[in-house]
């Protein structure tokens, strides 16, 4: 099991930043890939952006590129997503996610990811 546990979120004016942190325990050697998800009200779970633990495979929403940058921390087992530019439609619930299988490519579906955090809020005001 990993338990994985985000805070950062926030009140944000637009055009303002934040920085998400996700902090995972437990069998952390059996994690591959972390990302992070959003989920609006009444619209689905979609992706924001996701990393290999290794550091060498990143991907990113269209949406979020070249205002989003996720990065990690080994030493620490946590994960980050810095967010600039923030904008209303960035408002959502933020989710950490990990996924335990070795991929090729950088998973963005969150059904291929096995255990997820409780979630924070970020609302950003226009």
């Known amino acids: 099991q990993v338990q994985l546990v985000e805070s950062g979120g926030g009140l944000v004016q637009a055009g303002g930043s934040l920085r998400l942190s996700c902090a995972a325990s437990?069998?952390?050697?059996?994690?591959?890939?972390m990302g992070w998800f959003r989920q609006a009200p009444g619209k689905e779970r979609e992706f924001v952006a996701a990393i290999s633990w290794s550091g060498d495979k990143i991907s990113y929403a269209d949406s979020v590129k070249g205002r989003f940058t996720i990065s990690g921390d080994n030493a620490k087992n946590t994960v980050y997503l810095q967010m600039n530019s923030l904008k209303p439609e960035d408002t959502a619930v933020y989710y950490c996610?990990?996924?335990?299988?070795?991929?090729?490519?950088?998973?963005?579906?969150?059904?291929?990811?096995?255990?997820w955090g409780q979630g924070t809020q970020v609302t950003v005001s226009s």
């Open positions: 437990g069998r952390t050697f059996s994690k591959a890939f």
């Open positions: 996610a990990a996924d335990g299988s070795w991929r090729v490519v950088v998973p963005t579906t969150p059904r291929l990811f096995n255990w």
